[in-house]
C-alpha cells in the first residue's frame, strides 16, 4: 500500500526557512509526479510546486516562485520542499501528493495519493 508522510512543519518568523519533506513508500515512482499542496483555513487547496520523479523537472505556483525549491532526494523516496522568505500569508497546513503515471500538475484532483498534512505556522 502507498503512504505519503510529511514532516518539518513548525513555528517560523516572517522572513525565515523551513524544509518539509515527504516520504514515499510502497510504490516506484519512476514515471510520477509529487507536488505539494497547503491549504488554510477557509481556503481553496492550493497547489505550490510539483515535480516529475524522472527527470526532476519542475513547475511552482507565481505565488511561491522564487521563494519555495521542490526537490527529491538521493534515496528515491524523499521529495523536499525548501521554503525561503516565509510570509505570514504562507501559514497553513502542508500536503504532499503523488500519483504515477503522472506528469507534474497543480491540480491537485489528479492526485490519487495524500499525505496527513504539516502544519507551518509564519508568525512573529
Known amino acids: 500500500q502507498f503512504h505519503l508522510v510529511e514532516s518539518g512543519g513548525g513555528l517560523v518568523q516572517p522572513g525565515g526557512s523551513l524544509r518539509l519533506s515527504c516520504e514515499a513508500s510502497?510504490?516506484?515512482?519512476?514515471?510520477?509526479?509529487i507536488a505539494w499542496f497547503r491549504q488554510a483555513p477557509g481556503n481553496e487547496r492550493e497547489g505550490l510546486a510539483c515535480i516529475n520523479y524522472r527527470d526532476a523537472t519542475t513547475d511552482y505556483a507565481d505565488s511561491v516562485k522564487g521563494r519555495f525549491t521542490i526537490s527529491k532526494g538521493n534515496d528515491k523516496k524523499t521529495v523536499y520542499l525548501q521554503m525561503d522568505s516565509l510570509k505570514p500569508e504562507d501559514t497553513a497546513v502542508y500536503y504532499c501528493?503523488?500519483?504515477?503515471?503522472?506528469?507534474?500538475?497543480?491540480?491537485?484532483?489528479?492526485?490519487?495519493?495524500w499525505g496527513q498534512g504539516t502544519q507551518v505556522a509564519v508568525s512573529s
Open positions: 510502497g510504490m516506484t515512482l519512476d514515471y510520477g509526479a
Open positions: 501528493a503523488a500519483d504515477t503515471p503522472r506528469s507534474c500538475s497543480l491540480i491537485s484532483w489528479l492526485y490519487a495519493y
